[in-house]
Nanobody, 115 residues
């Protein structure tokens, strides 16, 4: 049974929006940090946005002002709202939840930005 399930993603035109979800099967209140990564073909997996262990939020410079990470603790879900999408945002997006006993990766979801 997968501990974390991602949804959202798909094909969108440049300038469009998408929202990704990362739903956990257990509470996210005790997670040390929660992160969105992305990996484009032939490239390394890079951090996109995160709730940090110190209680803050950080974004990659390339997405600042366009992407917003949020969470709904009652639904054990983290979100990534992506606006003003660009072709260079095309990648497989992954969420990672790091907890006191284990790390939990989502299955990945494809985001393609193309006209």
């Amino acid at each position: 049974q997968r501990q974390v399930v991602q949804s959202g993603g798909g094909l969108v035109q440049p300038g469009g929006s998408l929202r990704l979800s990362c739903a956990a099967s257990k509470t996210i209140l005790n997670m040390y940090d929660m992160t969105w990564y992305r990996q484009a073909p032939g490239k390394q997996r890079d951090l996109v946005a995160a709730f940090t262990s110190s209680g803050g939020i950080k974004y990659a410079d390339s997405v600042k002002g366009r992407f917003t990470v949020s969470r709904d603790n009652s639904k054990n879900t983290m979100y990534l709202q992506m606006d003003s999408l660009k072709p260079e945002d095309t990648a497989v997006y992954y969420c990672l939840l790091r907890g006191p006993h284990a790390d939990y990766w989502g299955q990945g979801t494809q985001v393609t930005v193309s006209s």
